[in-house]
Structure formats: structure tokens, C-alpha cells
């Protein structure tokens, strides 16, 4: 008999501040989990394994279920029925609902996270901008959704890698209003909602443009924003889109690039001008600054320091250790 190949796979990304994140033992040697949370949402759980030959007991959690397989077959039972859940499925399940579960096949890898019932109806209301009536339900436990699987899981990696506070903020509650409007109990009134053209929106956007282009160096969310501009966050989002081209992350970065760019004519260094500037690391001031600017921050700070007739020397230098 052939020997399994190991899977050659790590979940190890940095802890996310202030979030928590705790890695779960004791595990196989071929098998990973790492385990982590989102206090601003609702202390969103979230997990992200690769299982080989671990296999749950039957339990039930508080919260929802709302989870996606990357790789492999995950099989559950639920009410004596067997489920298999594949990449391109989403797992959908109600709290109090006991369930198992355990690798079909070889193995599987996935993402999971634990939405509270407080959640997903602030998500509800906040996109439909009614009061939802009665808890949300899934029809689950498994649909079939590549395009909203591939969101979750998405989504979950930027959390644990320990993304943008605003950039998380917007990405979370768009999955989430996309999955109560696909698949939940509180469908209609968010479907009714998103169908309606925006309306103009010139003041709150104004007000949420001015409380950016002042705090750019701070961490934002989309909730204090949403206060600040005096509409809900799902129809800010669409309001500033409509009105600037933009999300108010998308602002957030620009300006913050705006900033960069004096400060590094003024001899700042990337790491300096990363912190001072709200990235969250250099990397995301690097990736953010080349995808506006067109060249890395290292590049740009040599050349604009450099002598007219060197600039163009000073750039093909610079390529080797930007």
C-alpha cells in the first residue's frame, strides 16, 4: 500500500491586535487549527483547520455555523442524515442543532466562523433598515454557493492575517448581508432594500469624508462611521460609492497614500511612513502604494531625493533592494 503524502500546510499567521487567536491542541502530526476572534463583531469566533483524521463528538454550539470547505470532504450527521460538504459549498448551521463531523476521504481543510444571533440581526437590520422579524434561520446545513464560499473564505484570511480594522469591517458585513439575502429567513426586506436606487446622500458623505481625511492615521470603523455620517452602514457604503467612485475604505487608503507620498519626499523612511500614516504594516503600505502609484515606496522616496539627471540610474539601482 502506497503511504499518504503529508499535507504540507501551516495556519500561522501573526495575532491579530486587539483580537485574540489560540492554536488547538493536541492534534495529528499532519493536522492543523488555529483558532481566533473578532471582539468589534460581535466577538465573531472563527477557525481555520486541516484535518486528517480528527473526528468531532456530537455537539451543538450557541451560535450559528457559517462555514466553507477550501479543500477535500468534511462528512456530518445531523437529524440521522449524512451530509458531505465540498469547496464551493457553504455550512450552514442553527445554533442548538447537534451535529458531528469528520474528514471523508483523505482529508479536508476549512474555515468556520461562530456569527452570533446579535450579529447577524444587526447585519439584517442594518441592510433592510427595518427592524427584522424573528431570529434568522438557515435552510441548510449545506448549500451550494462557489461565489459566497469563495467571500467567506476570503474574508476569514484577512481577519486572521489581521487586516485593515475598516477594510474587516466592510468585508464582514457585506458577506454576511449577501448571505442573510441568499440563503436566510430574512431574505426579503434586504432584497427589497438593495433593489432601491440609492438615494443622494451628499451630507452624510460629506460628514464621513471630512471624520476620514481627519483620523487617517487612526484605526476606523465602519460603525463610528456610520454614526458620524448619520445614515446606516450598509447605505453609507453604497452612498460613498455612488458619490466619490469609492468605499470609505477605499478613501481611507487613498488618503493615506495622499499622506505617504509627502512624507516620503520629506525622507521618510517606509517603516516610518507606514505607522505614521495608519497601514498596518509596511507590506500593506507597500502593496497599497505600488497599486496607486505605480512603483514600491522604497522607489519612489529614492527618486524623488535623487538629482534630476540620476533619477532614472537611481530607479533601476533602487529595483534591486526595494
Not at 481555520?48 to 451560535?63: I, Q, W
Not at 470547505?69 to 442543532?97: K, M, N, Q, S, W
Not at 447537534?98 to 468556520?112: L, Q, S, W
Not at 461565489?147 to 481577519?159: C, D, G, K, S, T
Request: aromatic share 8%.
Amino acid at each position: 500500500m502506497q503511504a499518504r503524502r503529508p499535507i504540507a500546510a501551516r495556519i500561522d499567521a501573526p495575532a491579530m491586535s486587539p483580537d485574540q487567536s489560540y492554536h488547538l491542541n493536541p492534534l495529528a502530526v499532519e493536522e492543523t487549527a488555529r483558532f481566533f476572534s473578532i471582539p468589534r463583531a460581535h466577538a465573531l469566533e472563527c477557525l481555520a483547520a486541516r484535518f486528517r483524521s480528527h473526528a468531532y463528538s456530537p455537539h451543538t454550539h450557541e451560535s450559528f455555523v457559517v462555514g466553507t470547505i477550501v479543500a477535500g470532504c468534511e462528512t456530518f450527521t445531523i437529524g440521522g442524515c449524512r451530509h458531505y460538504a465540498r469547496p464551493g459549498d457553504l455550512v450552514l448551521i442553527d445554533p442548538g442543532v447537534v451535529h458531528d463531523g469528520e474528514p471523508a476521504g483523505d482529508g479536508f481543510a476549512y474555515r468556520i466562523s461562530y456569527p452570533s444571533a446579535e450579529l447577524l440581526l444587526e447585519a439584517a437590520a442594518d441592510a433592510s433598515e427595518r427592524p427584522p422579524v424573528g431570529q434568522p434561520h438557515f435552510a441548510g446545513p449545506i448549500v451550494a454557493d462557489a461565489e459566497l464560499a469563495n467571500m467567506l473564505a476570503a474574508v476569514h484570511r484577512f481577519a486572521e492575517a489581521g487586516g485593515d480594522a475598516l477594510e474587516l469591517d466592510e468585508r464582514l458585513l457585506g458577506f454576511f448581508v449577501r448571505l442573510l439575502a441568499r440563503h436566510g429567513s430574512t431574505a426579503n426586506p434586504i432584497l427589497a432594500a438593495s433593489e432601491r436606487p440609492p438615494p443622494r446622500e451628499g451630507g452624510p458623505v460629506a460628514r464621513a469624508i471630512d471624520y476620514l481625511d481627519a483620523r487617517y492615521s487612526e484605526t476606523v470603523n465602519l460603525a463610528t462611521l456610520s454614526d458620524v455620517a448619520g445614515i446606516p452602514r450598509t447605505r453609507l457604503i453604497r452612498a460613498m460609492r455612488r458619490e466619490t467612485g469609492l468605499t470609505p475604505h477605499a478613501w481611507l487608503t487613498d488618503r493615506r497614500i495622499r499622506a505617504a507620498r509627502r512624507m516620503l519626499v520629506d525622507g521618510g523612511s517606509p517603516a516610518e511612513v507606514a505607522v505614521a500614516c495608519g497601514f498596518y504594516d509596511q507590506s500593506h503600505l507597500n502593496r497599497a502604494f505600488k497599486a496607486r502609484i505605480g512603483v514600491s515606496p522604497g522607489i519612489f522616496r529614492l527618486a524623488m531625493r535623487a538629482k534630476p539627471k540620476s533619477v532614472t540610474f537611481v530607479q533601476a539601482e533602487a529595483r534591486q533592494v526595494a
